[in-house]
């Protein structure tokens, strides 16, 4: 039999506590425990971005973490990116710039891509295509989404 | 794939790390940054029945310059991509940690992580080795010290015994007039190396070259040292000709395992050519 421990997590700036057991990947745990499905799960070993969350402000692969690891910790995913009906101005940029065709990477690149604009406000196109390049996209050959976040960079600045 | 079920233990303290481990043995990992381990208990290719929580264990996490530098196990990539003295006193750590994996991977993984979990293909062993960084393991019972270079026994295998923990990397600083230089290639941005190089020289008063190391990843079973190469670069200065001299005695030393993107050949022209552009950046370097 496995155990199970009680763990407290502030997702979205929300607190909730949980009994998971230990094996519970942390995509997992927020996909069917927090029933937050905006985190998506694509390779489930840390390679294609999808799953990736803000762990205590960091972009981090939830598919590489447990959620026994999260107790005490900050998430952030991409339902609390936006500020209710107002997009986060990626997001906006996103869709301006048709930076999505089928959506699934979108989540694990609007969280990757707005914390890195957080911390480099004026990035050139090599900084961001080197941001993305933990980010797998299928769909779009990348181009519309470098484009995305120039723009958002850029209105964010004004 | 989800990993198979494993009891978790937290550890609050590097003491209490040790006796768990001293307690469970070859049972249980220690989950550092968890980068490599976890997608291994994914595809359950890696099923540990104790899991050892050490991310609580700051006392492990930091980088100290004093002669040399001192980093903690614990210490995560993107702590040492954001230090400064890095930057300044072991610049070849900063050129290298851009090719590891990518920036949500570098958020997350330690650097005794990865030297624990020695993959051959990995680049920080082989700067490690570059560097002569030195080992230092803890156990309940004992501590030691172990030199990068007998550290490193095979594919994903190390000398820690089952008792024992990676607790601290110290590295010397290079000599004066040193140029180092990382260079890899591999098919994507944070992919595996194909090959990959650290160069390592030392110019002396009479424009000679007094120290050389060259090292390898990602084309043995552990980082590859290539002693003949590097000194036959010893006692004159690194011409082109002596460059190409030292990369093809490299390339006759390497017995490269192929993959499924580069065969044997291939690596091995690959880390030629990497052996003399690297060493030519080195020597400019230094």
């Known amino acids: 039999m496995t155990d199970s421990h009680t763990i407290a997590v502030t997702v979205n700036g929300v607190r909730t506590e949980k009994s998971v057991e230990p094996r519970l990947l942390l995509s997992d745990f927020i996909r069917h425990e927090l029933m937050l499905a905006g985190t998506h799960v694509g390779c489930e070993h840390g390679v294609c971005g999808a799953c990736t969350i803000l762990f205590d402000g960091f972009p981090t692969r939830s598919c590489l973490m447990f959620a026994v690891q999260a107790d005490g910790h900050e998430i952030a995913t991409v339902e609390g990116l936006s500020k209710g009906e107002t997009l986060h101005p990626l997001q906006q940029a996103m869709h301006d710039s048709h930076g999505l065709q089928c959506g699934y990477c979108t989540p694990g690149i609007l969280m990757t891509m707005s914390a890195f604009l957080d911390s480099n406000p004026s990035p050139d196109e090599h900084a961001v295509r080197e941001a993305l390049s933990g980010n797998l996209c299928r769909c779009t050959g990348y181009q519309h989404i470098v484009d995305a976040v120039l723009l958002a960079a850029e209105r964010m600045r004004t | ?286």
């Open chain 2, 1 to 286: 794939m989800k990993p198979a079920p494993f009891k978790y233990v937290i550890a609050r303290t590097l003491d209490e790390a040790l006796a768990a481990k001293a307690e469970y043995g070859d049972e249980a990992r220690f989950l550092a940054g968890g980068q490599s381990l976890v997608p291994t208990m994914n595809f359950r290719m890696a099923m540990p029945a104790v899991l050892i929580d050490i991310n609580p264990l700051t006392e492990l996490s930091g980088i100290k310059a004093n002669g040399v530098t001192r980093i903690g196990a614990m210490t995560r990539y993107r702590m040492l991509e954001a230090d400064a003295g890095i930057g300044e006193r072991l610049r070849i750590i900063h050129e290298a940690l851009p090719h590891i994996a990518h920036p949500q991977i570098r958020n997350r993984g330690t650097l005794g992580g990865n030297l624990s979990h020695a993959d051959p293909a990995s680049e920080m062993p082989a700067i490690m080795l570059a560097l002569n960084a030195t080992l230092y393991l803890r156990s309940a019972k004992a501590a030691r010290q172990i030199a990068a270079r007998d550290f490193f026994v095979g594919a994903l295998e190390t000398v820690i015994a089952p008792d024992e923990m990676l607790t601290e990397i110290v590295v010397p600083h290079l000599p004066a007039n040193s140029g180092a230089c990382f260079m890899e290639v591999a098919r994507r941005q944070g992919d595996f190396a194909i090959a990959g190089i650290a160069a390592i020289v030392t110019r002396g008063a009479d424009g000679t070259c007094t120290r050389a190391r060259l090292t390898y990843c990602g084309v043995a079973q552990t980082p590859f040292y290539a002693d003949d190469a590097a000194q036959s670069l010893i006692g004159g200065p690194v011409t082109p000709a002596a460059i190409k001299q030292a990369a093809a005695l490299a390339m006759e030393a390497l017995d490269p395992p192929g993959n499924s993107h580069a065969d044997p050949s291939y690596q091995r022209h690959v880390a030629g050519v990497l052996t003399r552009r690297a060493l030519a950046t080195a020597w400019a370097r230094t």
